[in-house]
């Protein structure tokens, strides 16, 4: 009958979506937990006891903000800082106390001719060689070796090589480590943290000549950066560092990222630079050399790269240069011309070995 209640549809319940929840919370569950797995990748650091997890705020702890990359993600407020620079007499500059120099037949490996595969075959044997040049940080700024600083992995610059072991291996034979380092010719970090480097005399972008890219040498950021690299290569075995590219591009069309009370002439800002590289080698205990250009090695002072020869006998440990095997003897009459150097603190980079001389390296 029309009227009998039995009749009449009714629509059936719903409630398969309760028993349908709990799989759909355990999924958001494990994606957030996918998500965050891969996130904090980027905060997993490689330390000498192992792996550990850096979080943000603790990167940045005791890194001045100005290491922060530049751009929407940097949250540090500038301080403007002026440099008084004064006509500095370096002449008047007494030279470092330095222990006796070892001489070294030293083998130099390039960048570009590092591998794993080549610096665990060294470690068997040096042959006639007691000494092992690493370039570890070459013209173009990208690190040969894989660094533990913050800052070479803000601005990429890191590199693959592990040379922990190996350093170890080599120190048991008693090979003497030198770690070549290029100080201001720096194309990556030139170019990638533009607040350092050497400006287009307009100061609107960063100078470039044949393709090369300078740090500026008053900049903090490139004075710490350049003293921790010294601080982690001690760390890790080296017994000397050999800094070159310690000098500034032959051109009077660049200008300073920094604030200055005057304009240094190159001669002034490049000694500074070595005088505060001086010092550091000191309270760390290392040597330290460097590797001059060619128009400084033959008249004694580069006005224009800012290399004051003298003035680097003074600091340095070793000077050292690149030469062919034709010309080694014009190069050490030049430099025989400093009064009471010796052939152990000359350190000739060569394309085959140099009868005669304490030290060499054979590249």
Known sequence: MWGDSRSVYRSRRRHGWLLSLPAVL?????????????????????????LRLRLPDEQ???LDAALEPEGPAASFSPVEVEIVVDKTDFSAIPAAERGETRPVRARFLPASGLSQARLEGLTVGMGDYDALILELKP?????????????ADSYSV???????????KLKARDVYLIARLSALVDGAMATRYTTVSLRNQSGSGVFLQNGRAWLDPFHAVTRDYLADLMHELKELGFDEILFDGLSLPSSTALSYSSDMSAVPDPVTAVSSLAL???????????????QVESEALLHLQSAMVGQDLELFFKLFDRVAFSV??????????????????DDARLLPLTDAAVPGLESWALR
């Open 26 to 50: 355990l999924a958001a569950v494990l994606l957030l937990g996918l998500w965050l797995f891969f996130y904090l990748q980027r905060f997993l650091v490689y330390e000498k006891e192992g």
């Open 60 to 62: 940045a702890e005791g």
């Open 139 to 151: 013209a173009s700024g990208l690190l040969s070796y894989q660094s533990f600083l913050p800052i």
């Open 158 to 168: 890191n590199g693959s090589l592990s040379i922990g072991d190996a350093a170890e």
């Open 276 to 290: 505060f590289l001086r010092q550091e080698a000191d309270a760390l205990g290392i040597r330290v050399s460097v």
């Open 324 to 341: 062919g095997s034709g010309n080694v003897n014009a190069a050490l009459s030049a430099l025989r011309a400093v009064p009471g150097e």
